[in-house]
Every structure is written in C-alpha cells, then in structure tokens.
C-alpha cells in the first residue's frame, strides 16, 4: 500500500519540536518552515505497523520562492528502517521536479525521491534545520515495494478528506491516474 503523512496538526505521524512556522503552499495548501539555527528544530514522520519490507521514500514541499534565495540547498532528511539509517541531503530551493512521465506526480504535487528503505514494522523520517538555509516540512509518502495487498489506514484516509475538502486534485484521482499507467 502506499501510505501519506502530512505536516497536519493533530495527525498521529507528524511531530515536530524546536521553532516551525506556518507557510503557504505544499500538500493541502500548508507546510512549516524553520530556519537555520544553532538550536535544533525537528520535523519527524512516524509509520508504525507496516509490514517488514521495502518501501520508497517520497517528500515534497514548496519554497517560497522558486530559486529559494536563502533557502537549504542541503536539507537533511534522515531515514530510519529496519537494518540501516540514511541521510539524504535535498536541494530545497526549488520544487521536486516533475518528471517528463509523470511518475513522481501524486495529488498534482511533483515529489522527490529518498530511496528505498527497509522497514521491519516502523520506518521514522525526520527533517533538521541543520542546514545552509531554511528547510520546509511538508509531506511524506511510503509506496511498499513488496506487493502486499493494496489498503488504506485511518490516517490515509483523514489526510484524503482534509484534501478534498480543501478543493485540491482529489488523492483518489491521482491514485487513478497512476494505475492507468501502469
């Protein structure tokens, strides 16, 4: 299954400590920004009960300005699974690019890639300000590599109903979308 968590306040996968703000734009129109800063501010997505197995990492966030003129150019995302851990720095200072196939696109939003990654019941992502510059938190998808069945959590489906409300590309349409093209 692939499976969503947002930067949503109240939603269990997203925790965040240190000083975050609220920005525009991104997955259901809101992200949080921090600034650089010798003091440590945290954006951490949890996902508990997945199944042991391989899954791809995908985040997307939106800058305030495309070129992002003081914005990370080397975002540390950290991935922890199952047998390993993994930094991968990402350019934030424009948006994922979208792929000439369309492959990275999900909600009508580009997503860039973090590789795959085990996961042996939990698999944690978590975004510092250790950077050159401001780092946004916005959303994470997981997409199992393995083939289990296809089914959608109670958090999934929340995040589905926030977006639709919201009146952006309904999550269900691009899901369509991705199959036809399979």
Known sequence: PSLLADDASGSPRYSESGHWKNEQGG???R????AKDKRAAKATWTFSGL????????VTWKPAQEGGVGTASNAPFSIRGARQNAVVAVDQRSSPVAAADASNLFSGLAWQALGSHEANG????????QANGLVYA???LLIELDGAPTQVD???QRTRDIVQRSGALRLEEA???AERKR
């Open 27 to 29: 997955y259901a129109s």
């Open 31 to 34: 992200q949080r920004s921090a």
């Open 51 to 58: 199944q042991a197995g391989h899954y791809e990492v995908w």
């Open 122 to 129: 939990r698999l944690t992502v978590e975004l510092s300000n």
């Open 138 to 140: 916005d959303a994470v």
């Open 154 to 156: 109670a958090d999934t």
């Open 175 to 177: 899901n369509n979308a």
